[in-house]
């Protein structure tokens, strides 16, 4: 590492061949697209390190995707509006770099003197060179120094924004020429509002900040569009879900329907099995079928009297078969009957006979 601002020696960078090429790429540019990059770099850097510490924490992986999508949003929101506090957003450093060049170059042109040409628009006299180095986009930056032998694409030096830089480059390559202008046609170049017209406007998105008015508007269009484009999407997404709703509300209903008719099926069976189950009941009691609307107290009294009926029977069929065994004992039994006829021919008990 060299002592002088911390500039690194050619042997201290890599000789890989991206990073080689990188550099060549960074090194071809022209200061303006170099101050671009590097603006909209360091505020992508700083949302990308500020969304990757809130997607870590406990409340952002718990969320669902809308509000998640909506917690990124405004972290972005919110670092770059921070930036562009503080002015070091991508928007105010374009706007910087653009009156300091324009500040410079009009430095430089109200120094010289120009022959035979005016300060008007449609100047059109001979080139004329003035005695100090006309004030160049690059030469805002410091001079370039270019070393053979080396390393290819290691930059001796660099610094940006007022401080001096130097590329290094192999034998093979070298930088374009940067043609040099004359006083009118530097006054020609430069816009009386400060802004240079040689370097055309760059479109920056609506995060990194606008620096005028025409982008504005368009940043504005743009969102708009963009929010446009994802209600949309939101109200198709929502219509499609709705649909998939009502279908499955329409099958539940079907299914509703069918249970209800189930329901109908299994209370006939219930009434026709309840009804068959009372005959067996009725029968193993020994009744007979009886209506299940009657009541209760009147089967039972029924079955009661069918009971003390069927006791009487049997009595009286005891009886009968004591009477037939009496007969059946001959005369010696009917000598010693108990019984004697009467007048009427019926049996009366003879109190005298000794049994």
């Known amino acids: 590492m060299s002592a002088a601002a911390g500039i690194k020696n050619p042997q201290d960078y890599s000789t890989n061949p991206n990073t080689v090429r990188a550099r060549l790429r960074k090194a071809r540019l ?10 909209l770099a360091q ?26 999508r ?43 003197s120009v022959d035979g040409t005016d300060d008007t628009d449609d100047a059109t006299g001979a080139v004329a060179v003035t005695d100090t ?27 940006v924004m007022g401080s001096s830089m130097a590329v290094m480059g192999s034998s093979s390559f070298a930088p374009m020429p940067v043609p040099h202008l004359s006083s009118s046609q530097q006054s020609h170049s430069l816009s009386h509002d400060g802004r240079v017209s040689m370097v055309q406007e760059i479109s920056i998105h609506d ?30 997404n929502i219509q499609s879900q709705l649909a998939a709703i009502l279908s499955e509300f329409e099958g539940l209903k079907r299914h509703v329907e069918a249970l209800n008719n189930d329901l109908v099926t299994v209370k006939s069976s219930i009434v026709a099995q309840d009804a068959r189950l009372h005959r ?37 069929a005891d009886e009968a078969t004591e009477i037939a065994n009496v007969i059946k004992t001959g ?25």
């Open 43 to 68: 505020d992508s850097k700083a949302v990308n390190r500020a969304i990757k510490i809130r997607s870590d924490t406990e409340s952002f992986l718990m969320a669902d995707p809308n509000t998640r």
């Open 207 to 236: 995060h990194h900040g606008n620096y005028n008015d025409a982008s504005q508007s368009s940043t504005i269009t743009q969102q708009l569009q963009r929010d446009i484009a994802s209600d949309a999407m939101s109200i198709a």
């Open 280 to 316: 067996i009941e009725c029968l193993n009691c020994g009744g007979s079928y009886v209506p299940k609307d009657m009541s209760m107290d009147k089967v039972n009294r029924i079955t009661r009297r069918i009971q003390t009926l069927a006791g009487a029977v049997a009595d009286l």
């Open 331 to 355: 005369d010696k039994a009917t000598k010693t009957s108990p019984f004697k006829a009467d007048a009427n021919g019926g049996m009366d008990i003879d109190i005298n006979v000794q049994l």
């Open 133 to 159: 180095a006309p004030v160049t986009p690059d030469s805002l930056f410091g001079p370039a120094t270019h070393l053979s032998g080396d390393i290819p694409g290691t930059p001796v030096s660099m610094a």
């Open 70 to 112: 909506a917690i990124l949003e405004g972290v972005e929101k919110e670092v770059l509006e921070r930036r562009r506090a503080r002015g070091c957003d991508a928007a105010s450093k374009i706007k910087q770099f653009q009156e300091s060049a324009a500040a410079n170059a009009e430095g430089a042109s109200s120094g010289g």
């Open 30 to 39: 022209d200061p303006f697209t170099r101050v671009k990059e590097q603006a």
